[in-house]
């Protein structure tokens, strides 16, 4: 697929292809073994990381208090990867799980909009088909616009997700899960629309992950064995042809087990929210005097949108961006909601936009 290097409700059952060996294979039973037997609520997880503490953005505190209580008691998520700006757009949640982050978005996106849950547990995804017509009635939809399917997320060809279909991409502590993650990405780049939005939270490390770690059916079920160490997630977009993402909000993971932290060691685990676009971007942030002017005009954020941790725009106030963050945001469904002056005519060298870094937390991408 030559794009890929340029850029970076019913429960439907189909058939899925075994993607790896068996190693693959094992983990995959592990996880939906872990996932669909051994844990019953949130209350049996032994660490904070695959369920972290993390706050609810303001404009979804009052949707959390419509989902049904059995649903929000079988989640397991680390963060709360739900972007602005939904209304009409067509969602897919990778590992919807129990649903409920697709049920949120559901309300998001409106009755023009769509949501896609793709899970490969029978216990989870039953959970979510359970209550699909209550959240249907609690939204005052004529139908429900959130579809279930069952599935790998490393194979969402199979199950019928087609290229250059889907506007967003979510993933709520998921994607660490996967034994093949760079065809988790491929896939998700594959089906973004161009300008399509990926944006996840997942559990990274400082190091890498010891093969002996890897392959303990607690940690992996916990989100601690397949961890991502951030240099070789950032290794993993570049060779994908995303050459720049952005981290939104990082929080560390506490293990709260005596017994988990002795087999860990010094490893620290971070739970990360990045956005990615499908869009055509530098390596580096490059300056060419672009200034960008937020209008203030997405209902969930009057004020200030926030578009990474080091970018944040004040309606109506100027700011100085790189040629990748102008990109973002015109060439993307926040468009219309802001005005960028300049082009890319006069190069000004690089542009200085890193992120501050500190001992206590991984540094994202290049800008």
């Given amino acids: ?101 697709s049920f949120i978005m559901s309300k998001l996106v409106g009755a023009e909009g769509q949501v896609i849950g793709v899970d490969m547990t029978d216990e989870q995804i039953s959970v979510a088909l359970r209550h699909q017509d209550h ?74 992950i010891p093969e002996n770690l890897k392959n303990d059916s607690v940690l992996v079920g916990e989100c601690l064995g397949g961890a991502m160490y951030i240099e070789d997630f950032r290794r993993l977009f570049l060779s994908l042809g995303c050459l720049d993402y952005r981290v939104v909000k990082t929080s560390l993971v506490t293990l709260n087990s005596p017994e988990l932290e002795l087999q860990v060691g010094k490893i620290r685990f971070y739970s990360l929210t990045i956005r990615a676009f499908k869009l055509d971007l530098e390596d580096r942030c490059e300056d060419f005097g672009q200034v960008a002017y937020y209008k203030g005009t997405i209902p969930e954020a009057p004020n200030v949108f926030v578009l990474d941790d080091h970018h944040a725009f004040e309606k109506g106030r100027p700011l100085l961006v790189c040629s990748n963050t102008a990109a973002m945001l015109t060439n993307s469904r926040y468009g219309k909601h802001f005005e960028v002056t300049g082009d890319t005519k006069s190069h000004f060298g690089l542009f200085d936009c890193a992120p501050e870094t500190s001992s206590t937390a991984p540094v994202g991408a290049c800008c």
């Fill in 1 to 101: 697929m030559l794009w890929l290097y340029r850029w970076c409700g019913q429960l439907v059952h189909r058939s899925t292809s075994v993607i790896g060996g068996t190693m693959d294979l094992e983990t995959r039973e592990s996880v939906m073994d872990y996932y669909g037997k051994v844990l019953k609520t949130n209350q049996d997880l032994k660490t904070n990381a695959c369920c972290t503490s993390d706050s609810l953005p303001n404009f979804i505190k009052p949707i959390i208090k419509e989902i049904h209580s059995e649903v929000l008691e079988k989640f397991y998520g680390c963060g709360s990867p739900i972007p602005l700006e939904l209304a009409g757009k067509t969602v897919l949640d990778l590992g919807c799980g129990s649903g409920r982050d």
């Fill in 135 to 208: 959240h249907r009635k609690q939204f005052g939809f004529n139908k429900s616009n959130v579809t279930f399917l069952k599935g790998f997320i490393e194979d969402l060809e199979t199950i019928g997700i087609k290229s250059n279909s889907v506007d967003v991409v979510t993933s709520n502590c998921v994607i660490n899960l996967s034994p093949n993650k760079k065809r988790v990405f491929s896939e998700i780049f594959r089906i973004l629309k161009p300008g399509g939005e990926l944006y996840f939270s997942d559990i990274f490390s400082d190091r890498r």
